[in-house]
């Protein structure tokens, strides 16, 4: 059965960093792009990193390009993401999942994600 757990949100202060990693299990990893999305209230689900199964390819949403690193470590089936110079704007609950390059709605299971984790709140606010 696949699994995802993220891990290592919380609140933090404009101008701070956090370090989201999440845990994959049932399914092969090393042969799947992943991606970290994520949806804030009254927005749309945003894929915000995505990462290509050996590492080598990332993309980045425009709204977090130079402050977002996304990684993999595929001998521990994780996958992080670095968030650096937080904005508030960047407040919403992460994901990590497969990406499959085609859109996704956060939490909600569906033919091309049938399967979600519980997400990470992330919280940017003085």
């Known amino acids: 059965q696949v699994q995802l757990v993220e891990s290592g949100g919380g609140l933090v202060q404009p101008g701070g960093s956090l370090r989201l990693s999440c845990a994959a299990s049932g399914f092969t990893f090393s042969q799947n792009a992943m991606g970290w999305y994520r949806q804030a209230p009254g927005k749309e689900c945003e894929l915000v990193a995505g990462?290509?199964?050996?590492?080598?390819?990332?993309n980045y949403a425009d709204s977090v390009k130079g402050r977002f690193t996304i990684s993999r470590d595929n001998g521990k089936n994780t996958v992080s993401l670095q968030m650096n110079s937080l904005k508030p704007e960047d407040t919403a609950v992460y994901y990590c999942n497969r990406d499959r390059g085609v859109a996704a709605s956060c939490g909600m299971k569906t033919m091309w994600y049938p399967y979600w984790g519980q997400g990470t709140q992330v919280t940017v606010s003085s």
């Open positions: 990462i290509g199964s050996t590492g080598l390819s990332t």
